[in-house]
């Protein structure tokens, strides 16, 4: 079965604690630990991909228009009070084991290396229906 591993960083303090603000060590633990998690999911055969994604200052929000051109605005919403930071597809024999590794995901380190406990949202990925000839 495959999954989507969503992980979703508090926009609150983003500009002023998020990892930029992070001492220079704290960040390259922060990313190797993202990179042996990755190693060791592609070495079992379970990654499918893995992302990490721009700042929610960079998201924007693209709307079909009647006009032509399609309408692009800033996003996410002001009022949300998380952003997607980066996902993970895997394919897991049982949900027991997505559910392990979302939790090692959401212990990845911070800040003086204590564990972030970041909220992963796991959703499996629907496959198409089956085509009848």
Aim: net charge negative.
């Amino acid at each position: 079965m495959k999954f989507m591993l969503m992980m979703h960083a508090p926009r609150a303090g983003w500009t002023n604690a998020g990892i930029g603000t992070w001492p220079p060590q704290d960040i390259r633990a922060h990313i190797e630990f993202m990179m042996d998690l990755n190693k060791t999911l592609k070495a079992s055969g379970e990654l499918v991909d893995a992302q990490g994604l721009a700042g929610p200052e960079e998201a924007l929000i693209v709307r079909a228009s009647t006009q032509g051109a399609p309408e692009v605005t800033d996003g996410p919403f002001a009022e949300a009070k998380e952003f997607l930071a980066g996902f993970w597809i895997v394919d897991c024999e049982s949900k027991e084991r997505v559910y392990q590794i979302a939790a090692r995901v959401s212990a990845a380190p911070g800040k003086g290396g204590v564990p972030l406990h970041m909220p992963v949202e796991v959703r499996q990925v629907m496959s198409a229906p089956p085509v009848e000839a």
